[in-house]
């Protein structure tokens, strides 16, 4: 407790949430896109974070995990999606799925593109300046989380975008079967998330996806020029 913040844990929750909504706007855009307005047609097409805000995923857990430590998971509301409305449902499925991740590799790019534009065309200067170096600490934290949660989701567990993705990829008959695993996906991924804090071992699944998020980051803030 002694490095209770209830500030930074608002301010942490607060990145989460507007990441949740560009992730989930994503998945209703490109849905729309393709064909099914079932999201559009329910509100759910827009970056108004409250029609994605779910309270216990979105806001109560992720608010424990930040004012007292574990595990931080948290989710919005799934965005709906009507399959018949597809041309290609086992295809499009897999790209809508898919669009969640890549609106939060954009955002990162975004985050990271607008912090070199400071620093090149404004005074903004993090090693001058306190202030500065705080709120180019938070964009950094920002686009990193933004990466972290495209990886994480993109792990091959329902209800996880990955699921998706991975069963639009194996042939039909492959696919069938690994819809089946659909029912022991969530309990895996709690194993996941809880079991090794649990156990006191180190988590190596997402120690991988800490690695991959790491690379993918250092990467993006090559392109932009912030490397």
């Known amino acids: 407790m002694a490095n209770f913040d209830p500030f930074a844990a608002i301010l942490l929750v607060t990145q989460f ?5 560009f992730h989930e706007w994503g998945h209703a855009k490109s849905a729309n896109m393709l064909g099914d307005p079932t999201a559009r047609d329910q509100g759910r097409m827009t970056l108004n974070p409250g029609v994605h805000i779910d309270m216990i995923g979105t806001i109560i857990l992720p608010l424990i995990a930040s004012f007292f430590g574990g595990a931080f998971f948290g989710w919005a509301k799934p965005v709906p999606v009507n399959p018949y409305n597809l041309k ?10 898919a669009a969640g991740p890549f609106m939060n590799i954009v955002l990162t790019f975004v985050i990271l593109g607008a912090v ?14 306190e202030l500065h170096f705080e709120i180019n600490r ?9 990466i972290f949660l495209a990886a994480f989701n993109m792990l091959p567990l329902f209800p996880l975008d990955g699921f998706s993705v991975v069963r639009g990829l194996l042939p039909e008959h ?54």
Do not use: H, W
Request: contains cysteine.
């Open 17 to 21: 949430i507007v990441l949740l909504t």
């Open 88 to 97: 290609n449902p086992r295809r499009d499925l897999m790209l809508i799925a």
């Open 116 to 129: 070199k534009l400071l620093i090149a065309f404004t005074s903004f200067d993090p090693s001058e300046s």
């Open 138 to 146: 938070q964009l950094i934290r920002m686009g990193f989380i933004s």
């Open 174 to 227: 492959l696919a069938r079967g690994f819809e089946k695993l659909m029912p022991y996906g969530m309990p895996i991924l709690m194993c996941l998330i809880f079991l090794p804090s649990l156990l006191g071992i180190p988590n190596y699944i997402f120690g991988f996806l800490t690695d991959i998020s790491y690379a993918v980051f250092n990467l993006i803030a090559e392109i932009v020029g912030l490397r």
